[in-house]
């Protein structure tokens, strides 16, 4: 057998290929996952030669990562006057007054709520947490008591078209909007 090289097709199978001739061998794979049989074209060992090629004459493919350190070293190189650019654009403190702080009267309600009920409905309102796909009175917030029953049967259609919906992946932003939706009324056994 004549002198061999590696390429990578674009799965990340690792493939023999003689020099000279440019023959890929398929069944003695570097990796422990050899690449499926069957008819493999001209056309496919020619893009995989370009592929690579790109790859290989790639201006990235030395590029090497510049990791940050925010502390100083005398004597040595320091990543110090970098990191404070990069904090000074993302590391800001948030704007005043856009995390509301709990008052002194906030926190009294907050620890004179008896059940787990009432305070997570107090958070969630407090939050400001609002459901997209169904509108949720805040009547309905937390509306499950500690044995998963409901307190006010007068919004058991909000649970079950949220329990219809849940768990339907038309995307992912729509997923989470129902699990958001079905955590804001509570967890019905």
């Known amino acids: 057998m004549s002198e061999t090289y590696k390429i990578y097709t674009p ?5 023999k290929v003689d020099k000279e001739t440019n ?16 008819n493999y074209t001209e056309e496919y060992s020619k893009a995989l ?29 320091s990543t110090l ?17 856009a995390i509301a702080p709990w008052t002194k009267a906030e926190k009294a309600y ?9 305070r997570y409905k107090y958070l ?5 947490l609002r459901s997209v796909v169904i509108d949720i009175p805040y009547d309905a917030y937390a509306n ?11 919004y058991a259609y909000i649970y079950d078209e949220v329990s219809s919906h849940r768990g339907t992946l ?3 932003s729509f997923f989470n909007e129902w699990e958001l939706s079905a955590l804001l009324l509570g967890n019905i056994k």
């Open 170 to 172: 038309k995307s992912y």
């Open 110 to 118: 907050y620890k004179s709520l008896k059940t787990k009920r009432e």
């Open 23 to 38: 023959k890929i061998y398929f069944v003695e794979s570097l990796d422990s996952h050899p690449p499926a049989k069957g």
């Open 11 to 15: 799965n990340g199978i690792a493939v």
């Open 81 to 97: 006057v970098e990191f404070k650019e990069w904090q000074s654009i993302y590391l800001k403190d948030p704007i005043k007054g």
């Open 124 to 128: 969630a309102i407090r939050s400001g």
């Open 49 to 77: 030669f370009e592929a690579h090629n790109i790859k290989r004459n790639s201006p990235y493919k030395d590029y090497k990562p510049q990791y940050l350190d925010p502390n100083f070293y005398t004597g040595q190189k």
């Open 144 to 154: 499950v008591d500690e044995k998963g029953r409901l307190v006010n049967e007068d």
